[in-house]
């Protein structure tokens, strides 16, 4: 009697144990493996492109997808290991997918977003994207949710049925905008030569351009300014930092020259 409880129950207790291990395993294997390839295939790729950036989502999204594929079969094993019958368990997965299909209908509508995501190049890991008005750099990206983190460090947490109307800014050339306002007591042909002047020494001295710094001219007539554009060509990422570099850099230059920047004034009358 002893003997066939030993038989029915030990292997009940040890073999899910070892599948699991087992399980764990093939997918440590398998994802350094995939960590591999995908390294092998970015050692030809320049850091931070596109396609560097979407060999970085494709690693994400074939470990969930492995995860998951390995998971249900652990599941099968188990299932076995305790007498039940799989191949029936899999013959009524047709009625019960169609349970499951109206239950999680907001799931599948996930999946089937994060691969359009993936299929069509809309983002990837590391570009800098808006969505519902949020902006920041894609950090995760999965096949139900998708991660954004903004420059204060706040994370939203997306799901992919719901990035619709996506704006992303790192498949183009992104440009740093800044507007200067000079008082109207200036002279146009002196305020356009420094600053002209200025976008000729910022090409050669700021870092992580993509083109060159350029005046655009005259932006707008204000009522109490005249404002003139100037812009460079950078990185999504660094558009914020160029543009604060540019900002104190033409402050210094405008000091130089004495070039008068407008600001508010109060102008008080004596009654006397």
């Given at each position: 009697?002893?003997?066939?409880?030993?038989?029915?129950?030990?292997?009940?207790?040890?073999?899910?144990?070892?599948?699991?291990?087992?399980?764990?395993?093939?997918?440590?294997?398998?994802?350094?493996?995939?960590?591999?390839?995908?390294?092998?295939?970015?050692?030809?790729?320049?850091?931070?492109?596109?396609?560097?950036?979407?060999?970085?989502?494709?690693?994400?999204?074939?470990?969930?997808?492995?995860?998951?594929?390995?998971?249900?079969?652990?599941?099968?094993?188990?299932?076995?290991?305790?007498?039940?019958?799989?191949?029936?368990?899999?013959?009524?997965?047709?009625?019960?997918?169609?349970?499951?299909?109206?239950?999680?209908?907001?799931?599948?509508?996930?999946?089937i977003a994060g691969c359009s995501i993936i299929l069509e190049n809309q983002y990837a890991i590391?570009?800098?994207?808006?969505?519902?008005?949020?902006?920041?750099?894609?950090?995760?990206?999965?096949?139900?949710?998708?991660?954004?983190?903004?420059?204060?460090?706040?994370?939203?947490?997306?799901?992919?049925?719901?990035?619709?109307?996506?704006?992303?800014?790192?498949?183009?050339?992104?440009?740093?905008?800044?507007?200067?306002?000079?008082?109207?007591?200036?002279?146009?042909?002196?305020?356009?030569?420094?600053?002209?002047?200025?976008?000729?020494?910022?090409?050669?001295?700021?870092?992580?351009?993509?083109?060159?710094?350029?005046?655009?001219?005259?932006?707008?007539?204000?009522?109490?300014?005249?404002?003139?554009?100037?812009?460079?060509?950078?990185?999504?990422?660094?558009?914020?930092?160029?543009?604060?570099?540019?900002?104190?850099?033409?402050?210094?230059?405008?000091?130089?020259?004495?070039?008068?920047?407008?600001?508010?004034?109060?102008?008080?009358?004596?009654?006397?």
């Amino acid at each position: 009697m002893l003997e066939m409880f030993e038989k029915i129950l030990i292997p009940q207790i040890y073999l899910p144990i070892i599948y699991i291990l087992v399980a764990i395993l093939i997918n440590n294997i398998i994802e350094q493996i995939i960590d591999k390839i995908i390294t092998k295939k970015q050692a030809s790729l320049t850091k931070n492109s596109y396609n560097y950036k979407k060999t970085e989502t494709f690693k994400v999204l074939a470990k969930n997808v492995i995860k998951y594929l390995i998971i249900i079969f652990l599941i099968l094993a188990i299932l076995t290991v305790y007498g039940v019958d799989v191949t029936s368990v899999l013959a009524s997965l047709g009625i019960v997918g169609i349970v499951l299909g109206l239950a999680l209908q907001d799931l599948a509508k996930d999946i089937i977003a994060g691969c359009s995501i993936i299929l069509e190049n809309q983002y990837a890991i590391g570009d800098i994207i808006s969505i519902s008005g949020f902006k920041g750099e894609v950090i995760f990206l999965g096949l139900k949710t998708t991660k954004i983190k903004n420059y204060e460090g706040q994370v939203k947490i997306i799901a992919n049925r719901n990035a619709t109307e996506v704006i992303n800014y790192s498949m183009e050339t992104y440009l740093a905008i800044v507007d200067i306002d000079v008082s109207y007591e200036e002279k146009n042909e002196k305020v356009e030569k420094v600053l002209n002047d200025l976008a000729e020494e910022l090409t050669k001295t700021l870092p992580k351009l993509k083109g060159k710094v350029e005046l655009l001219g005259i932006q707008e007539l204000a009522s109490s300014s005249v404002k003139y554009r100037m812009i460079a060509p950078t990185k999504a990422s660094e558009y914020v930092e160029i543009e604060r570099k540019m900002r104190k850099a033409i402050k210094e230059r405008l000091d130089k020259e004495h070039i008068k920047i407008p600001y508010p004034q109060i102008e008080v009358h004596n009654g006397n």
